[in-house]
């Protein structure tokens, strides 16, 4: 199985993939549009502001690629999508953390500031969240790809039950006497 026949072309998950990877690589890509339209140094450390950041030729340059990564994974959709969003997601938060301890010295050759380091946080959860939505959660609904896939017994078509494991079947079917009784009192 490919990652591709996870996720159905049609399925309501690959429109947030698409539609979270497009915001958040057109906003990058104005970032890095902007930047590169005010000729900064490619290494200057000067403190030159776009949108409120600190910036210079390198981090446009950056900006650039991965806005133009994350569009092309929301062309592509689905798992695709997904997986981008949360490895770029993963390397913003983690840019956050290592500028944050890089402001004022000598290594910080993108020109962080606190803004930038706040800009990198908020940014990278957001790819991240919209990376992750549909696939980790405790309460996935049935038709999810990502329940059927971990839960490969109980995934038949729907309307067909997989009675095999009558223990974890049952609960998953009807649950049990206590759980019907929980639910019917809230």
């Excluded at 950056?62 to 994974?73: H, P, Q």
């Excluded at 380091?117 to 049935?142: D, I, Q």
């Amino acid at each position: 199985m490919t990652m591709r026949d996870e996720l159905p072309v049609d399925h309501r998950l690959n429109l947030v993939y698409r539609f979270g990877a497009a915001l958040c690589g057109a906003i990058l890509l104005a970032f890095g549009v902007l930047g590169f339209a005010d000729q900064l140094a490619f290494f200057g450390t000067d403190g030159s502001r776009i949108a409120g950041l600190s910036t210079n030729g390198l981090l446009s340059l950056i900006s650039l690629v991965f806005g133009g990564l994350l569009l092309a994974a929301a062309a592509i959709g689905g798992n695709v999508a997904s997986t981008v969003k949360m490895t770029v997601g993963g390397l913003f938060l983690l840019s956050g953390f290592v500028h944050l301890f890089l402001i004022g010295k000598s290594a910080n050759v993108l020109d962080f500031s606190m803004s930038n380091v706040v800009f990198s946080f908020v940014m990278g959860l957001l790819v991240v969240t919209f990376g992750m939505y549909g696939r980790v959660s405790g309460g996935l609904p049935h038709d999810n790809p990502y329940w059927r896939r971990r839960h490969p017994g109980q995934a038949g078509s729907p309307g067909t039950r997989d009675v095999a494991g009558a223990g974890a079947g049952a609960a998953s079917i009807g649950g049990s006497a206590q759980a019907r009784a929980i639910t019917t009192r809230r």
